[in-house]
């Protein structure tokens, strides 16, 4: 089973931000966050990952809360390409379990 | 950079053929390779870690006779599909992570993904 729970889908207008949560309230202290995308018929796509700090790249930010129980995913700027099945992952790198993930639909 | 490559896109065969999988990383070395395999509707499930140079470690449930993997580069891991049935058809897709990403902390090591292989059996 994963250890991460996300909700099962959820919208966000065009333009606006995407927020993603996912809680991992079992992480362990050197487990990692990895936040994957994948859009229909195709390979996942590798988005951010984090230990503790908050951090941020051309893609996403991700936000981990103090106690690293639970994080959220930003897309700033939504655009349709951003219509896709979000998977958080716990873990170290390897023997990655993937969850049913949060299905992100932007709307026009 | 940290493109994986996996050939074929899609293939149709009949039941009871072999079929192989080819999975690649183009710009950087892996010593550990991924397969899973993901049925429609579902998310994805590993089947087993590919190791260059050694045997792969086969998730619980998933026969090693049947789905052969071989990891015999840094670059490159093949996963044959042998005896394929229709219950094998399915969306197998390759990952593989970077062995100097992250130095010693393998935890930083990101699995990158290959596009997957749609495997129809008729």
């Known amino acids: 089973d994963a250890k991460t729970t996300q909700p099962t889908s959820m919208d966000c207008a065009e333009g606006r931000a995407a927020n993603l949560p996912c809680n991992h309230s079992t992480i362990s202290g050197n487990e990692y966050v990895y936040w994957y995308r994948q859009i229909h018929s195709q390979g996942p796509q590798y988005i951010i990952h984090g230990l503790k700090n908050n951090e941020t790249n051309e893609m996403a930010s991700l936000i981990i809360t103090e106690d690293r129980k639970s994080s959220t995913l930003i897309l700033p700027h939504a655009t349709l390409r951003d219509t896709a099945v979000y998977y958080c992952?716990?873990?170290?790198?390897?023997?990655?379990?993937f969850g049913p993930g949060t299905r992100l639909s932007v709307l026009p | 950079g940290a493109v994986v490559s996996q050939h074929p896109s899609w293939v149709i065969c009949k039941s009871g053929t072999s079929v192989k999988i080819e999975c690649r990383s183009l710009?950087?070395?892996?010593?550990?390779m991924f397969w899973y395999r993901q049925f429609p509707k579902q998310s994805l499930m590993l089947m087993a870690t590919s190791n260059e140079g050694s045997k792969a470690t086969y998730e619980q449930g998933v026969e090693k006779d049947k789905f052969l993997i071989n990891h015999a580069s840094l670059t490159l891991s093949t996963l044959t599909v042998t005896s394929a049935h229709p219950e094998d058809s399915s969306f197998y897709i390759c990952?593989?992570?970077?062995?100097?990403?992250?130095?010693?902390?393998?935890?930083?090591?990101?699995?990158?993904f290959g596009a997957g292989t749609r495997l129809s059996v008729l």
């Open positions: 710009d950087f070395q892996a010593t550990t």
């Open positions: 992952i716990s873990g170290y790198g390897q023997n990655f379990v």
């Open positions: 990952s593989a992570r970077d062995r100097l990403a992250g130095g010693l902390l393998v935890a930083k090591n990101i699995q990158y």
